[in-house]
């Protein structure tokens, strides 16, 4: 059973920067995809972004794209998300998630970290 630990999470104002990590108590470099979701109060989960094993491949939502930066250490077993020139709309909690395979199917949750952004 893979665990997974965010942190990072906190208040910001707009415009501001935060950056989210996740732990992992396994070997990261055997999982084929680690990715970042968030779910504002009232609203679906939704993606934000994902990197492969490798780290070389990266995929981002439209609404994050050029904002966040997703990154992964295998040395530290462990996955971030860079968040700069935030907004309101970003404010959710959010949480990190593995899929072991591929075909891409997240397996693996975090338990989340609050993001909140003051406007």
């Known amino acids: 059973q893979v665990q997974l630990v965010e942190s990072g999470g906190g208040l910001v104002q707009a415009g501001g920067s935060l950056r989210l990590s996740c732990a992992a108590s396994?070997?990261?470099?055997?999982?084929?995809?680690m990715g970042w979701f968030r779910q504002a109060p009232g609203k679906e989960r939704e993606f934000v972004a994902a990197i492969r094993s490798s780290g070389g491949y990266t995929v981002y939502a439209d609404s994050v794209k050029g904002r966040f930066t997703i990154s992964r250490d295998n040395a530290r077993n462990s996955a971030f998300l860079q968040m700069n020139n935030m907004k309101a709309e970003d404010t959710a909690v959010y949480y990190c998630?593995?899929?072991?395979?591929?075909?891409?199917?997240?397996?693996?949750w975090g338990q989340g970290t609050q993001v909140t952004v003051s406007s």
């Open positions: 998630a593995v899929s072991p395979t591929t075909p891409v199917k997240y397996d693996y």
């Open positions: 396994e070997r990261t470099f055997s999982f084929y995809c």
